[in-house]
Nanobody, 120 residues
Framework: QVQLVESGGGSVQAGGSLRLSCAASGYLIISSLCMGWFRQDTGKEREGVAKITRGGTITYADSVKGRFTISRDTSKNTLYLQMNSLKPEDTAMYYC?????????????WGKGTLVTISS
């Protein structure tokens, strides 16, 4: 079964940290995928947070640069998002997504999300 399963969300105070994980299973091998983290808060549009290509090139949304770090462990077939210096505006459901090969922006696989709530 092909799955992306996120974990690590929770409720923390502003200034705190969380580490999200996204475990890929089935025939999804993360070294062959373009993968990314997205987030969506209630009533807002989905926002791309961070992306990593097959080759390891990383990009971040301006809103998280310097605070968030995307990484992957191919031995565990898992994607991570380390989130530091969290702000209330980071509150959202966070989703892991992937597409085969090059990053085209058309993510074919999505997890169900993990909720991040930041209190002031």
């Amino acid at each position: 079964q092909v799955q992306l399963v996120e974990s690590g969300g929770g409720s923390v105070q502003a200034g705190g940290s969380l580490r999200l994980s996204c475990a890929a299973s089935g025939y999804l091998i993360i070294s062959s995928l373009c993968m990314g983290w997205f987030r969506q808060d209630t009533g807002k549009e989905r926002e791309g947070v961070a992306k990593i290509t097959r080759g390891g090139t990383i990009t971040y949304a301006d809103s998280v640069k310097g605070r968030f770090t995307i990484s992957r462990d191919t031995s565990k077939n898992t994607l991570y998002l380390q989130m530091n210096s969290l702000k209330p505006e980071d509150t959202a459901m966070y989703y892991c997504a992937a597409e085969w090969g090059r990053c085209t922006g058309n993510m074919a696989f999505w997890g169900k999300g993990t909720l991040v709530t930041i209190s002031s």
